[in-house]
């Protein structure tokens, strides 16, 4: 038995012997970490139990299609709760996930199962299951099901392709390997709805998110000292719309945009702070996102710091 596959064994003994489960996806949740949580939720439902499923930040209304996503949870109050299991998925750290302070308030006794794909990942668990070779955390759990022969079925398999989905870019970018390609057609045949999966993920772009998208297609500048296109969107460009309206976009362009190997989209928040993704060909990006206090992937990854946008004839600036 190799160390994944033990590790694959530790994890369903927890799961399995757990009364009381929390499922933590990551704060501004993305289709991976939704998607490797809820088919978790289904299985767990499916199995009789009732398990907590906790985000920060509730599910954007695109990922509507997905089965039980209306049980997510943002209040902090799930963590005054006592778990015999917590599972966070598709986070480096907690911080991340957004329930670090709230971790300090659960009862002891539980046991803290990682589950990820990041590089950066720091092994905050009793158990990590922490695979970067992985496209994608729903891939890490898709191996999971599999290996422990645990039957998928429509709701957990359409999850799943979700986080694949997502990860790879609609696999187009360098996580689309051959295990990737293996997993979505085991899931399809599953009964995956993908074309909820497409309509929902892909082709639901509003006038308003289109509109916006070419603000930020009309300010690419490409600084060619270190081949870097980067493009920005003001709090101001978008006043009170949709806080996810660029979301995706720097996968979009990552896929589109030649002539440069690296992209840089930045985008001003509330309070503020200012969100950085990077894509990248042939550079390990997650390490330079990690310089600025995120982390990610080598070929995507992103961060979050304090300051505003400011346009310089180089490009788009972050001044405190």
């Known amino acids: 038995m190799d160390a994944v596959t033990h590790q694959f064994g530790r994890?369903?003994?927890?799961?399995?012997?757990?009364?009381?489960?929390?499922?933590?996806?990551?704060?501004?949740?993305?289709?991976?970490?939704?998607?490797?949580?809820?088919?978790?939720?289904?299985?767990?439902?499916?199995?009789?139990?009732?398990?907590?499923a906790f985000c920060a930040d509730l599910p954007a209304p695109a990922f509507r299609f997905l089965d039980n996503i209306h049980l997510y949870t943002n209040d902090p109050k799930a963590f005054n709760a006592a778990y015999d299991l917590v599972i966070v998925f598709d986070s480096g750290d907690l911080r991340y996930a957004g329930v670090h302070d709230h971790m300090t308030r659960l009862e002891p006794g539980y046991t803290l199962l990682n589950i990820d794909h990041h590089v950066t990942n720091e092994r905050y668990g009793h158990l990590n299951i922490v695979l970067p070779d992985a496209s994608s955390t729903a891939e890490i759990v898709y191996r999971f099901f599999a290996v422990n022969g645990i039957p998928f079925d429509s709701r957990i398999a359409t999850s799943l392709l979700t986080g694949i989905y997502t990860d790879t870019s609609n696999f187009s970018n360098a996580g689309t390997t051959p295990l990737a390609i293996e997993a979505a057609a085991a899931l399809m045949a599953a009964g995956a709805r993908h074309l909820d999966i497409l309509r929902h993920l892909l082709h639901d772009k509003s006038v308003d998110v289109l509109r916006t998208w070419g603000i930020l297609l009309s300010r690419l500048n490409h600084n060619q000292e270190f081949d870097v296109a980067s493009t920005y969107l003001l709090r101001s460009d978008v006043g009170g719309g949709p806080t996810d309206i660029a979301d995706g976009l720097a996968n979009f362009l990552n896929g589109v945009v030649g002539g440069t190997d690296t992209l840089l989209v930045l985008r001003e928040l509330p309070n503020d702070q200012v969100r950085g993704s990077f894509r990248s060909v042939r550079r390990d990006i997650s390490k330079l996102a990690k310089l600025l206090g995120g982390g990610g992937h080598k070929k995507a990854a992103g961060f979050t710091v304090t300051g505003r946008i400011i346009e310089t004839p180089a490009g788009p600036r972050i001044v405190a």
């Open 11 to 52: 994890a369903y003994e927890a799961l399995r012997q757990a009364e009381r489960v929390l499922l933590v996806a990551h704060k501004k949740p993305d289709g991976d970490t939704l998607g490797a949580s809820s088919a978790t939720l289904n299985w767990l439902i499916r199995e009789g139990k009732t398990p907590t």
